[in-house]
């Protein structure tokens, strides 16, 4: 009622107001201003109109010397040029914010444990709203679906620029799609989130402002890919294009105007071969080159640019393009620079956010650094929160190892369900998390939608050491040489060898595993690697089990497909099965063949995505989907916890996370380009 | 008593090499002092399995006391005074605002200490190798026992605490103690026969063979040794990842063993070499005596006294080296608790921080190693001919 | 001119002795579990393509590791010798040089710095411990420089860090603070890294001063006890003046000789240290490469460099000890 109250009176008073200078709402005083089609955003017009006011436009008074920072700038444009016609006015949380300070972050390394900071910069055609359920726009100013879900159009904004100041427009679009993904001189073969019902799509630039996808079949959740996703579906043509041959015939002769053989070579050297936006820059790879190129990293749309590049970190300044405003007109973001430095031990890590050295960070930290991350809040004048993971810890077994003997009984579903009531789940969780968590399966998605049937969440979690012991016996593992440890049933030894990266999950709870397995008579040992060692020992198919972390809503399930189709997710992730994918990429001339399960499966979430969500048929389909994925013990679930999220107190307009995840891309929801830092 | 100077003198100019080092020795007091705390901790070492209360790996753990600080045993409390030692009951509650363990301590609830307690079950003999191959594995155990000194009854006492995982710090420490003294020992044994060997030759025979082995000795000498070690260790271990934590132990050992032995070697070799042109071995030669015959009745006692020095004085860095090792997690695991093991445990800050008295270990590690060298420095002082005449 | 001819034969020893260290560390690194072809092939697949058997194959023949040892021996030492190339590592698919930049200078660095600290403490200690009566003083000092060796130095680094983060609020963690960690050498930025470097510096050098004094120890009692020793005080010179003058001099000369051996004795430590303090040098990357990434190419590189420096110290000392003393250059030459 108060609300209709307010609204009203700004009606009454609208003639007397429509010069005035906007008012500087905020969420959580929206000074009766009626909110927009969205939550917490407003296309200027729209907020012109709701406000009754007209919008004056200002910038970060260093930009200029930020704009110097950046290599190959020109020289900086007035503000009027820099903000987008078309600017998306951001209603920030609790206040306007000052401009300047720098933002310090922790990674664990190049490429390692980075997404949490990727994505306070981060951009894409739309979002995830921090009710984590609405998609809103950001970089398209709107979209549009046909009626069938086979045609995506995104409306961008007109005068939206580059970093470097060039017009962005849809041609930048059909260029990341064509020319950078589905060449495989640059991508090898392109990502599935890419192809609808296995075929490429058709990306049509309708105008400068209208890029359109028309696809094969229906994929109702591309939509939310391009809300969650950390690959950002637009890259500089007129930049990256000098060098790429199909773009520019003379690319070569260009690329070896800077020293490169081939264009190819140079977009590489940006690009870096994927859409990840830490992959090395020419600063990394070659310093000295790169201060002769044209760019020591290639333009962008993000809030933040790099501008240097080490083994130890790296540093960015503030995009002087960027397309966002608060509601006072003031250019986004607030935040100058960011600093992000490299530490790969937690327990350091842990010694700098104690310390008050760090002003956001969430990916890594666990919750068994709780104790110590709580008790220096006052002193390191931070605070932390705790929530829920999507993703839980989980363990696999290589089912399709190298050793042929340890396969047969890895791909045993049996052995592989001994294994998992072998873990005393309801210990754990006293143990390592404090009793906050809660023992489960996984199914695949999580949360847990409705269709599952309850059962599968706890799936072989009940703790049976002695059940456990006998399925053993009865498989043949058996102790043949008397060392006290069971051996294959071949008699040779069989020793799990556990290797983890602490950005997967806790050492504790790979201990803990350890040790419930020796109690049922397994040999494992526990090994830490760096995320790097991890992967690439994942992906070469050396491991004998897969740790980290695992599961993702069924928004995201929509547009991708990764987690139900061998090898079960990216190279990042946690992977299996690495010789069924060969066999289905040679089709069946090498490899091992899937069985039917999941080959099963493959069919179902392309069914699954094809399928208008919440329909029978689509509910059906994610039920069965859940359960294979549950029985089949592919990877076995731990406990479900919270961890902890931890924010400076300087650090404003910073609101508490719904979840800690990844899977919405960690901050994207919760707009870090509004965030301020009060120095 | 009363024996005239004479006598006195005479003693000392008829006493054997080992008489004249023990009287020197015994006169260093802090040598002396360091000398009975070896043995001291030695002896507990060996009866660490007695001593202990608990098993000290994860299937003696206390899981309703982690992180819990040590308790010590009293003898009055404000309800009185018992001639049994007790102590009080204590229960450990998580505070969820913190997530921290807070001990509440029942003043009204007395656990008294028991002695010769029956408890689990343990074998000064016990020994299980498991080498690759299965023909070469094979276990020994005998003199199992179940008695142990102390115990607490209707709970448990943890006079050093506990560790995050409930395991009792005193059954631990006693255990790493012998542990480590044993890698040790196993070292210096493997470096001091390889040294024996490699040196005796270079310095016997001198010559060419002499240079060969030198060059080569020199450069083992020359690779830093820890990162020799964590080579070595991380291809080991990752090649034979079923290597049992006793197997480990053993192999550490002989890692330490293989590349400690140059040191000596050299100091072997040069002793050698001087001695060889001394006139006694020349006169035993015109003797007619053989090569065995000289190395064995003159060469060999003319310096065994500072062999064992040497190899006293390479004891704590054999330790040291192994601590190192098992801290950077390529030497010692658990279940084999050695105070490099510990060690790494409080490496934390935050153990560091709240739970100090999972400390303790390294204080042992520290005695530990100081009583070796100041033994180590009694004995060098002692065996040097000219010391007994400066003072 | 048999200078001349000492130096060089010092040089040719030094430069057998680095081919024979090579050849060790090269063996070794082979050993170390990861095939670079199969790493390089599974990072390609981050690019969607996927592994067959003929690609690993091809992948081999490109590295050059379908060559027989000795051969891949050879082009690997030909590029450290001639071309100061060490090559890619395969796990962080970037050039080992790069990688290492100035890192390894500040590691040795930081080891000179460690093994001057000492010396500085162990001469004068150990020469007065030689001739003092005073047990008391006496024991003190041997303690305090004992206890260095005894403390583990990890636990020690981490100590003072958590200490000095209570009192100054300041993490003496890392080499750099961040204004001066991408910035080129300068004035400043060397004062920042003294600002941090002490703490290695003193770890280290206290942890070395042990040894160091068991052999100024061991060498003053030696000397003490020798004929000149005697003579001298039979001339009435007596006290600190006679050591200093006498035998301090002549236990020098093995000192000088063993300072190679100390550098390697500090080398053995600063991975450790380097990891708790997050000293992003080439002792804490040696770590990383040997126990958590097994990166063969970074390992055997930073050992290969470590050794060789040691092997260079050796080279110096000598030459040192030549000038010095007649007789060292005569024993050589026979």
Same mark, same amino acid.
């Given at each position: ?8 009176? +700004? ?9 005035a ?26 907020f012109?109109d709701a406000a009754s ?5 200002k910038?970060?008074?260093? +930009?200029?010397a930020?704009?110097? /920072?950046?290599q190959?700038n ?6 009027a =040029? ?7 006015v951001?209603?920030?949380y609790d206040?306007i914010?000052?401009y300047g300070?720098?933002l &310090?972050?922790l990674s ?6 980075t997404?949490?900071f990727l994505s ?5 055609? #739309? ?6 359920s ?5 970089i398209?100013k709107?979209?549009?679906?046909n ?7 995104f409306f961008?904004r007109?005068?939206?620029?580059? %970093?470097?100041g060039?017009?962005?427009t849809?041609d930048?679009? /059909? ?8 060449d495989?001189?640059v991508?090898a073969?392109?990502?599935?989130f ?11 630039v309708?105008?400068p402002?209208t890029?359109?996808?028309e ?10 890919h391009?809300a969650?996703?950390?690959s950002?579906?637009?890259? *500089?043509?007129?930049?990256?294009g ?10 070569d002769a260009?690329a070896?105007?800077?020293g ?15 859409d ?17 190129m044209?760019? +020591?990293?290639?333009?962008t749309l ?7 590049d ?8 503030a ?5 966002q #405003?608060?509601t006072a ?11 992000e ?7 350091v ?11 956001y960070?969430?990916q ?7 104790p110590?991350l ?6 390191g004048?931070?605070t ?15 089912i ?15 052995f592989?369900?001994a294994?998992s ?6 210990e ?7 009793g906050?968590?809660?023992? %489960?399966a996984y ?8 269709f ?6 706890t ?5 049976d ?6 399925t ?7 102790d043949?040489d ?6 294959l *049933? ?8 556990i ?5 997967g999950?806790p050492?504790?709870v790979y ?16 090994k830490?690697?760096t ?5 690439s020992?994942q992906?070469?198919?050396?491991l ?9 809503p069924v ?5 991708n ?7 079960y997710?990216?190279?990042f992730?946690s992977?299996?099965a690495m010789?069924?994918? /060969?066999?289905?990429?040679?089709e069946?001339?090498e ?11 493959m ?5 699954f995505?094809?399928?208008a ?5 689509s ?10 994925m ?5 990877? !076995? ?6 961890n ?6 300087a650090?404003?307009?910073?609101t508490e996370f719904?979840?800690w995840s990844?899977?919405y891309?960690?901050?994207?929801p919760?707009?870090?380009?509004q965030?301020?830092l009060?120095? | 008593?009363? &024996?005239?100077?004479?006598e ?18 015994? &006169? ?12 001291? $901790?030695?002896?507990?070492g060996f009866?660490?399995p007695?001593l202990?209360?608990?098993?000290p790996?994860?299937?003696?753990r206390?899981?309703d ?5 040590p ?6 409390d404000?309800?009185?005074?018992s ?14 605002t ?19 307690v ?7 003999a016990?020994f299980?190798w ?5 023909a070469?594995?094979?276990?020994v155990?005998a003199?199992?026992?179940?008695t142990h ?7 448990k006492?943890?006079?050093?605490g506990t ?10 420490t006693l ?5 480590s003294?044993?890698v040790?020992t196993?070292g210096?044994l493997?470096?001091?026969v390889?040294?024996l060997? $490699? ?5 016997y025979?001198?010559g060419w063979?002499?240079?060969v ?6 450069t ?17 271990f990752e090649y ?7 197997t &480990?132990?053993?192999?550490?050992a002989c890692?330490?063993?293989l590349?400690g032995?140059?040191?000596?070697a ?7 070499l001087a001695e060889?042109?001394q006139e006694?071995?020349?006169?035993a030669?015109l003797?007619?005596a053989?090569s065995s015959?000289?190395?064995?009745r ?13 190899l006293?004085?390479?004891?704590p860095?054999?330790?040291l080296?192994?601590t ?10 658990d279940?084999v ?6 060690l790494?445990?409080?490496?934390e800050?935050?153990?560091?921080m ?18 070796? #060298?100041?033994?180590?420095?009694g ?6 001919p000219y010391?007994g005449?400066?003072? | 001119m048999?200078?001349?001819?000492f130096?060089?034969m010092r040089a040719? !020893?030094a430069?057998?002795t ?13 050993? #170390?579990?990861?095939?670079? +072809? =199969?790493?390089?092939?599974a990072f ?8 067959t058997?003929?690609d690993i ?10 060559q027989p040892?000795?051969?891949?021996w050879g082009?690997w030492?030909?590029n ?8 890619d590592?395969c796990?962080?698919?970037?050039? @080992?040089?790069d ?15 460690s093994?001057?600290?000492?010396y500085?403490?162990?001469?004068p200690?150990?020469?007065?411990a030689a001739?003092?009566?005073?047990a ?7 303690l ?7 403390l583990?130095?990890?636990l020690?680094?981490l ?8 009192v100054f609020d300041?993490l003496l ?10 910035a080129?050498w300068?004035?400043d930025?060397f004062l920042?890294?003294l600002?941090?470097?002490?703490l290695?510096?003193f ?6 001063t042990a ?11 030696d ?19 006679l050591l200093?003058r006498?035998p301090a001099?002549?236990a020098?000369?093995?000192v000088?000789? %063993?300072l190679?051996f100390?550098?390697n004795?500090i ?10 303090l997050?000293?992003t040098?080439?002792?804490? !990357? ?16 930073i ?5 060789a420096?040691?092997?260079f ?10 000038? @010095?003393?007649?007789?060292v250059?005569r024993g050589?030459?026979?």
């Amino acid at each position: 009622m108060k609300k209709i109250l307010l609204s009203g009176a +700004a009606f009454f008073a609208l003639p007397g107001m429509a010069l005035a200078a906007c008012p500087p709402i905020t969420v959580a005083n929206m000074g009766g201003i009626a909110p927009g089609e969205f939550p917490q955003q407003y296309e200027l017009g729209a907020f012109q109109d709701a406000a009754s006011c007209t919008m004056e436009f200002k910038g970060n008074p260093d +930009a200029a010397a930020l704009n110097a /920072k950046i290599q190959g700038n020109p020289d900086l444009l007035p503000l009027a =040029e820099r903000i987008p016609e078309e600017p998306l006015v951001m209603v920030p949380y609790d206040s306007i914010g000052q401009y300047g300070g720098t933002l &310090r972050a922790l990674s664990n390394a190049t490429e390692a444990g980075t997404s949490d900071f990727l994505s306070v910069r981060h951009v894409n055609f #739309v979002r995830f709203s921090d009710d984590l359920s609405t998609i809103v726009p950001n970089i398209a100013k709107g979209w549009d679906w046909n009626e069938d879900f086979t045609q995506l159009t995104f409306f961008l904004r007109k005068g939206h620029k580059w %970093s470097d100041g060039a017009p962005f427009t849809a041609d930048d679009v /059909k260029f990341w799609y064509d020319n950078l993904n589905f060449d495989e001189n640059v991508i090898a073969k392109p990502k599935d989130f890419l192809l609808a019902g296995g075929e490429k799509m058709n990306v049509v630039v309708v105008d400068p402002q209208t890029v359109r996808f028309e696809m094969a079949a229906p994929k109702p959740g591309f939509l939310a890919h391009f809300a969650n996703s950390y690959s950002q579906p637009f890259q *500089p043509k007129h930049f990256l294009g000098t060098y790429h041959p199909a773009i520019n015939p003379d690319a070569d002769a260009e690329a070896k105007k800077i020293g490169f053989e081939t264009g190819y070579e140079v977009v590489n050297f940006y690009h870096g071969q994927s859409d990840w936006t830490d992959t090395p820059t020419p600063m990394l790879r070659d310093l000295e080159k790169s201060t002769a190129m044209p760019f +020591a990293t290639q333009p962008t749309l993000e809030s933040h640019i790099y501008i240097t590049d080490t083994t130890e970190g790296r540093k960015l300044v503030a995009n002087p393009y960027f397309h966002q #405003v608060d509601t006072a007109g003031n250019q986004l973001p607030y935040i100058s620079e960011q600093d992000e430095l490299y530490i790969n031990e937690n327990e350091v890590r842990i010694l700098k956010i104690v310390n008050g050295e760090v002003d956001y960070k969430s990916q890594s930290l666990q919750l068994p650094s709780g104790p110590q991350l709580l008790e220096g809040q006052e002193k390191g004048d931070y605070t932390v929160h705790l929530k829920p993971t999507i993703a839980q810890v989980v363990v696999g077994f290589n089912i399709t190892h190298e050793d042929e003997a340890k396969r047969a009984i890895f791909s045993n579903v049996d052995f592989r369900k001994a294994m998992s009531v072998a873990i005393n789940r309801a210990e754990m969780n006293e143990t390592t998390y404090f009793g906050l968590g809660t023992p %489960s399966a996984y199914i695949g998605f999580s949360p847990t939608p409705a269709f599952v049937d309850p059962k599968w969440t706890t799936y072989a979690t009940e703790f049976d050491a002695a059940g456990a012991m006998a399925t053993l016996d009865a498989l043949g593992v058996k102790d043949a040489d008397g060392d006290g440890f069971r051996d294959l *049933p071949s008699g040779d030894p069989l020793v799990l060898n556990i290797q983890f990266a602490t950005q997967g999950g806790p050492a504790a709870v790979y201990e803990f595993i350890a040790q419930n397995w020796k109690d049922v008579g397994i040999n494992a040992t526990v090994k830490e690697v760096t995320p790097d060692e991890y992967r690439s020992a994942q992906s070469a198919n050396k491991l004998d089990i897969i740790s980290w972390g695992k599961g993702q809503p069924v928004a995201i399930v929509l547009g991708n497909n990764e987690l139900w189709v061998p090898p079960y997710e990216n190279y990042f992730g946690s992977r299996n099965a690495m010789l069924w994918v /060969k066999w289905l990429e040679t089709e069946g001339a090498e490899g091992v063949e899937p069985p039917a399960w999941a080959k099963d499966m493959m069919d179902d979430v392309e069914a699954f995505q094809q399928a208008a969500p919440g329909s029978d048929t689509s509910n059906e389909i994610g039920a069965r989907m859940a359960a294979t994925m549950a029985e089949q013990l592919v990877f !076995m679930g731990t406990v479900s916890a919270p961890n902890p999220i931890v924010h400076r107190n300087a650090l404003k307009n910073f609101t508490e996370f719904k979840t800690w995840s990844y899977e919405y891309y960690r901050t994207y929801p919760y707009r870090a380009t509004q965030w301020w830092l009060d120095q | 008593m009363a &024996r005239s100077v004479a006598e006195t003198k005479e003693a000392y100019f008829t006493a054997s090499q080992y008489q004249l080092i023990r009287a020197r020795f015994r &006169r260093n007091r802090l040598a002396m002092i360091s000398g009975w705390f070896l043995v001291l $901790i030695i002896l507990s070492g060996f009866f660490a399995p007695f001593l202990s209360p608990y098993d000290p790996t994860v299937a003696g753990r206390d899981k309703d006391y982690l992180n819990g600080a040590p308790q010590i045993p009293h003898f009055c409390d404000k309800n009185g005074c018992s001639w049994r030692p007790f102590i009080h009951g204590v229960e450990m509650k998580l505070d969820m605002t913190t997530l921290r363990r807070t001990p509440t301590v029942n003043e009204d609830k007395r656990l008294y200490m028991q002695f010769f307690v029956q408890g689990w079950e343990y074998s000064f003999a016990d020994f299980s190798w498991n080498l690759p191959g299965d023909a070469l594995d094979g276990r020994v155990k005998a003199l199992t026992f179940t008695t142990h000194l102390f115990g607490l009854d209707g709970g448990k006492l943890h006079l050093f605490g506990t560790d995050g995982e409930g395991k009792d710090l005193f059954s631990r420490t006693l255990h790493a103690v012998w542990t480590s003294m044993a890698v040790g020992t196993i070292g210096v044994l493997i470096a001091f026969v390889l040294a024996l060997i $490699i040196g005796g030759v270079a310095g016997y025979f001198g010559g060419w063979i002499d240079s060969v082995i030198q060059m080569i000795t020199d450069t083992v000498r020359t690779i830093p040794s820890i990162p020799l070690f964590m080579a070595i260790s991380a291809i080991l271990f990752e090649y034979y990842p079923e290597m049992s934590s006793e197997t &480990r132990f053993f192999v550490i050992a002989c890692v330490l063993g293989l590349i400690g032995w140059p040191t000596l070697a050299r100091r072997i070799r040069t002793h050698l070499l001087a001695e060889r042109s001394q006139e006694y071995v020349l006169a035993a030669q015109l003797c007619g005596a053989s090569s065995s015959h000289v190395i064995r009745r003159h060469l060999l006692p003319s310096f065994t006294s500072y062999i064992l020095v040497d190899l006293i004085i390479s004891f704590p860095y054999m330790v040291l080296s192994e601590t190192a090792l098992s801290f950077i997690g390529l030497g010692l695991k658990d279940p084999v608790n050695s105070l490099g093991v510990m060690l790494k445990n409080v490496s934390e800050a935050d153990v560091l921080m709240n739970y100090q008295w999972e400390a303790i270990p390294a204080v042992f590690f520290v005695v530990l190693v100081l009583a070796f #060298v100041f033994v180590g420095d009694g004995l060098r002082d002692a065996a040097d001919p000219y010391s007994g005449t400066k003072k | 001119m048999r200078f001349l001819q000492f130096a060089l034969m010092r040089a040719l !020893m030094a430069v057998i002795t680095l081919m024979t260290v090579s050849l060790v560390v090269f063996t070794l690194m082979e050993f #170390v579990p990861a095939d670079c +072809a =199969e790493r390089y092939v599974a990072f390609k697949q981050t690019s969607g393509q996927n592994i067959t058997e003929a690609d690993i194959q091809a992948e081999r023949v490109r590295l050059g590791l379908d060559q027989p040892f000795f051969v891949r021996w050879g082009t690997w030492m030909g590029n450290v010798f001639f071309r100061g190339d060490f090559g890619d590592s395969c796990i962080l698919r970037q050039s @080992i040089n790069d990688l290492l930049k100035d890192k390894f200078w500040i590691s040795l660095g930081i080891a000179l710095a460690s093994l001057v600290v000492a010396y500085a403490i162990a001469v004068p200690v150990g020469i007065y411990a030689a001739a003092s009566h005073n047990a008391f003083f006496n024991g003190t000092l041997r303690l305090m420089s004992y206890l260095g060796l005894a403390l583990p130095n990890f636990l020690l680094a981490l100590v003072v860090v958590l200490i000095w983060a209570t009192v100054f609020d300041d993490l003496l963690i890392g080499i750099f603070s961040a204004e001066y960690r991408d910035a080129p050498w300068s004035v400043d930025k060397f004062l920042d890294f003294l600002g941090r470097a002490w703490l290695p510096i003193f770890i280290l050098g206290w942890s070395a001063t042990a040894f160091a004094l068991q052999t100024v120890r061991a060498l003053m009692l030696d000397e003490q006890g020798k004929l000149y020793v005697t003579a001298a005080s039979a001339r009435g010179i007596s006290g600190q003046k006679l050591l200093w003058r006498y035998p301090a001099r002549h236990a020098m000369g093995p000192v000088i000789n %063993s300072l190679g051996f100390d550098l390697n004795r500090i080398f053995n430590e600063l991975p450790v240290v380097a990891l708790i303090l997050v000293l992003t040098e080439s002792g804490a !990357m040696l770590f990383e490469a040997l126990a958590r990434s097994n990166d063969q190419q970074l390992a055997g590189a930073i050992i290969f460099l470590l050794t060789a420096s040691i092997v260079f110290l050796n080279f110096l000392t000598d030459i040192a000890l030549a000038l @010095i003393d007649p007789r060292v250059r005569r024993g050589l030459l026979g």
